[in-house]
């Protein structure tokens, strides 16, 4: 496993849109959206599964949408509406351990992590 590498990230106002990319060498696998504000702990945003069904922590829901192309082994997170909040790096994790409900937004849950993207959203 090659560990992701993120891209993507930049600079937007408030109600902006940004998509990241995430490249990983095995995309069928289950993976997730994390993201790290500056003195804030690092927090899962949105997972997938390995049929492609999506998993959002309730900051995320009706805003962000996380995709996959296996085609690519590329992994997505298209958000929409950002607010300053929003302003983080982010984060790619791959090698999931486990599917279970609790851990699919559980940084111990994930073995391997890209170096992030930063996004900024001003007001």
């Known amino acids: 496993q090659v560990h992701p590498v993120e891209s993507g990230g930049g600079s937007v106002q408030a109600g902006g849109s940004l998509r990241l990319s995430c490249v990983v060498s095995d995309s069928t696998n289950s993976m997730a959206w994390f993201r790290q504000a500056p003195g804030k702990e690092r927090e899962g945003v949105a997972a997938i599964a390995t049929d492609g069904s999506p998993f959002y922590a309730n900051s995320a829901k009706g805003r962000f949408t996380i995709f996959k192309d296996n085609a690519k082994s590329t992994l997505y997170l298209q958000m929409t509406s950002l607010k300053p909040e929003d302003t983080a790096m982010y984060y790619c994790?791959?090698?999931?351990?486990?599917?279970?409900?609790?851990?699919?937004?559980?940084?111990?849950?994930?073995?391997?992590w890209g170096r992030g993207t930063q996004v900024t959203v001003s007001s």
């Open positions: 994790a791959a090698g999931i351990k486990s599917w279970d409900f609790s851990g699919r937004l559980s940084n111990a849950n994930y073995r391997y």
